[in-house]
């Protein structure tokens, strides 16, 4: 499932930052972002969503959605973490941001040091490049605005578990939760404390 923003106008360059966020988390999907900025249109203050206030990266995202060229949003969901693990999922979730733009990039900035298959340019992965190059900071707020929007729902079905104070990190309060009333659907069955509840329960 993806999100897009619509273009507005094409661009000489068209440069996609590209980032991902909930590699950490028992829970949930793995959330990436691309995005395609108007130089015409500057957005202040872009940079590591993690750096920001929450009200603060809701206040960029809707700046981005309405300014950039084109945008988008997409995941890997909890099956495809468990079934290739949390790096590829992560790389996958990121490619099919970069596949949803409503017009093709010539070239992709990737957070991180590692490239996803399968992008329709060049690219270059870019260590910390969420704190370095704007794009990449406007995809680290997307992407973390949407996910957490989807833990605090998930917070409204399984209030027993806290999922919108710690956004399905392994928190004490969340491993406590998870000992106390087990595993749902959302959680991640191949990280090592879910898992080590399953072993828990299928042995009593």
């Not at 590591?48 to 890997?76: G, M, N, V, Y």
Request: glycine content about 6%; aromatic content about 4%; some cysteine.
């Amino acid at each position: 499932m993806t999100q897009q923003g619509l273009v507005f106008q094409s661009a000489t360059d068209l440069v996609a930052g590209v980032d991902e966020v909930g590699r950490g988390p028992l829970a949930g999907d793995v959330v990436a972002a691309a995005v395609i900025l108007d130089p015409k249109k500057p957005i202040a203050g872009l940079t590591d969503s993690k750096a920001l206030t929450a009200k603060r990266r809701e206040q960029l995202s809707e700046e981005i959605k309405a300014r950039a060229l084109s945008w988008c949003i997409a995941r890997a969901s909890v099956a495809e973490i468990d079934e290739l693990n949390i790096l590829q999922a992560s790389l996958l979730a990121m490619s099919r941001a970069v596949a949803g733009l409503s017009v093709v990039p010539e070239f992709c900035q990737i957070d991180g040091n590692k490239l996803p298959k399968g992008l329709p340019c060049p690219a270059e992965a870019i260590v910390k490049g969420d704190s370095l190059i704007p794009a990449i900071g406007a995809a680290s707020i997307l992407a973390k605005v949407q996910r957490d929007a989807e833990m605090v729902e998930l917070d409204q079905r399984y209030p027993e578990y806290g999922f919108a104070r710690h956004k399905g990190y392994p928190t004490p309060v969340h491993l406590a939760a998870l000992k106390a009333h087990g595993v749902i659907a959302a959680h991640r069955r191949s990280y090592a404390p879910v898992r080590a509840i399953l072993t828990t329960n299928r042995s009593t």
